[in-house]
Each structure stands twice: as C-alpha cells, then as structure tokens.
C-alpha cells in the first residue's frame, strides 16, 4: 500500500501533467479536475481520511505536506486558468482582425425637394441678372393682398381668390404679387431701378385634386424703372424660358387680364416634348402656359408713391409646381406634398 506520502506526489504529479493537456476551449474540464482534485469529495480530501493511521508524532510532517501539496495545487489551477483565458482572448483577436479594405457602410443621402430645385435654380439666374430675392408674409393684409393689387373690395376678380381668412382684413395671401406693393414701398427710385423677384407659399380656397391644391408656391417677379418696356419683359421672359426649358424654346405672348398690369399677358412656351407639332403634352397646340405677366397698372405704381409718368415696369408670375409638373411630366400635384420617398428620391 502506497504511503500517505506517495499518494501526496502522485497526486502533485498527475494533476499539473493533466491540467498541461487541458485547451482553452474546454475551460470546463479544467474547472472538472479541480472538483475531482481539490473539492469536498475529491481525491485530497479521500487521502486526509488515511491520517487516522498515521502514528501522533509523523502527523505534523504529514499534515504540512497535504497543505503544501493543497497550495501548489491550488496556485497550479489559478495559473492555469490565467493562461487559458489569456489564450481564449488571444484566439478572439485574432478572429477579429478588421479588414480595411471592406466597403464601408452607406448612410443613404437625402435629396432636397423637387420644388426646393426648382425654386433655386430659377433664383440663380434671375441672381445672375441682377435681381435681387426678396422674402414676402404668408400672412398678409386685405389691403396689400387685394386692393394694392388693384382689386377694390367688391371686385369680381376677388372670387377667383378666394382664401383662409384669419380675420376681416388678415388672411393667407391668394399670390404672391403683394410682395410688388411692399418692395415699391420700401425702394427708393432715385438710387436706381427695382428689380426683383419672391418665392413663395400662397393659399387658395380650392378643393384639392390633381391639378389643385389648396397651398402652391409661386415666383413673382417685378422690374420697375425709367423707360422699361413690353420689349424687356418679352426679351426677359424668352431668356428665363430657355434656361429652364432649353435654348431651342419661344414664347408667344396672348393677351389676358389681371388686374394689377395693364396690358396683361399669358406667356406660352413652345412645347418641349414635340417642339411645337402637337402633342398630348401641349393638347395638340404647340404651346404650354406658363405664366401670367405684364406691365405694371400705372395705379398699382402710384398707390405705392411711385410716379407712372415718369417710371414704368413689368411683372410676372409663374407657379413652381406648374414648372416642375411640365419639366418633369408629373401628373399629379398631391406627389409633391405627401412626402413618399419614392417620390423625392426620383429627383436625386
Ligand atoms: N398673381 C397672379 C395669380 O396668382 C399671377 C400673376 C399674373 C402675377 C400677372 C403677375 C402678373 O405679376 O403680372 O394668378
């Protein structure tokens, strides 16, 4: 029978050649051989219960070397527990080398609204000729709204504008021609000619369908001065026409009414789809209508202190949808207001 001793050391010796063989990935046996070596029922524990026949004077030498045996043990398992944890992270590293040449992830990229575009691009070359962008009020007065633009309270023309009215004299504007009124108040003509235009959102009591919507946006556009003409507003408009629609269009101008020019025109473009042959496009005419226009009623300059003897000008409107729909062929106005990205994104 082996002694007390003996079984000490062969303990020592098969447990660290053991735990030698033990992976990082089986961490668990290791945890295993521990509870089979050190626990309450392990191996060392059944080798103390020999102690009861060791004679009273070999106890102490006995007893020191089953506690420096436990200590090494003991330590031999931290040890080892270390390095297959040090070995397990080591492994994962290695796993996880980045690869640089990988594509990174896309974040998609937004686009800005089709009548964001529109309004930008027309701002851009009415800036390259001189003209200055001037904001105007969604909110505005009876007064500059209608009767600066010539439509006196009682004016039939008033019905074809009807709007949302905040108050008596408040509403949403119905266009932005007041915005002609405000800036003619503000400028002063001794230091030059007015040239402007304001984009903006304007309101109508309208009931929404393809082709209407109860808010829109519109560019006014208004050139006042000494001796401007029919002719600088055709030769403006036929310049704005081409750069939007491109070099080969015309434009025709028919007579029409509003009440803020005098005379007044319809401004039409010569179809960009059939160039002028007919199609569905232009309904078979040739011709597409783009704009209102004309010169600047001599009672709209002198409501706003401005002498019509001395100084005349022209002034045009165009609606931002109404540009956007042609160049596009968009069939339907709701598109632009319900933002569905499949919509936008087509505008990339
Ligand atoms: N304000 C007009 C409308 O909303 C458009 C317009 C026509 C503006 C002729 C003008 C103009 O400045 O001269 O229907």
């Known amino acids: 029978m082996a002694t007390i001793e003996e079984k000490l050391q062969t303990l020592r010796e098969e447990t660290l050649a053991k735990l030698k063989t033990i992976k990082y990935e089986n961490a668990k046996e290791m945890q295993d051989l521990r509870v089979s070596v050190l626990g309450k029922k392990g191996v060392l524990t059944e080798i103390l219960k020999g102690m009861k026949d060791v004679s009273a004077e070999m106890r102490p030498i006995i007893g020191k070397h089953v506690n420096e045996a436990r200590d090494v043990l003991n330590q031999a398992f931290e040890e080892a527990a270390a390095l297959l944890e040090e070995q397990k992270v080591a492994a994962q590293l290695e796993k996880e ?65 009807d709007t949302f009215y905040i108050s008596e004299e408040i509403l949403l504007r119905t266009h ?60 403006t408009l036929q310049l704005i026409v081409q750069k939007m629609f491109g070099k080969d269009r015309v434009i025709r101008l028919r007579p029409s009414y509003f009440p803020f020019t005098e005379p007044s025109v319809e401004v039409d473009v010569s179809c960009f789809k059939c160039g002028g042959q007919g199609c569905n496009v232009c309904k078979q005419t040739g011709w597409i209508e783009i704009m209102g226009a004309g010169m600047v009623h001599p009672q709209v300059l002198e409501m706003s202190g401005v002498d019509s003897k001395k100084y005349s000008g022209f002034a045009f409107g165009l609606g931002q949808e109404r540009v956007a729909m042609l160049r596009y062929g968009i069939n339907d106005i709701r598109g632009f207001y319900q933002g569905d990205m499949r919509f936008a994104e087509q505008f990339k």
């Open 176 to 235: 932005t021609s007041p915005v002609q009124a405000r800036t003619m108040d503000a400028h002063d003509f001794s230091k030059g000619p007015l040239k402007m235009i304001s984009p903006g959102r304007v309101f109508r009591r309208d009931t929404d369908d393809a082709t209407h919507s109860h808010q829109f946006h519109q560019i006014e556009g208004l050139v006042v001065g000494k001796n401007i003409s029919m002719a600088d507003l055709q030769g």
């Open 97 to 161: 080398t980045v690869d640089v040449t990988l594509p990174g992830r896309r974040i998609p990229f937004g686009n800005r609204h089709v009548i964001s575009q529109i309004r930008e691009e027309i701002e851009d070359i009415f800036i390259g000729m001189g003209y200055q962008v001037v904001d105007g009020l969604e909110v505005e007065s009876d007064y500059y709204n209608f009767e600066r633009m010539n439509l006196p309270k009682d004016h039939p023309a008033r019905d074809m504008q």
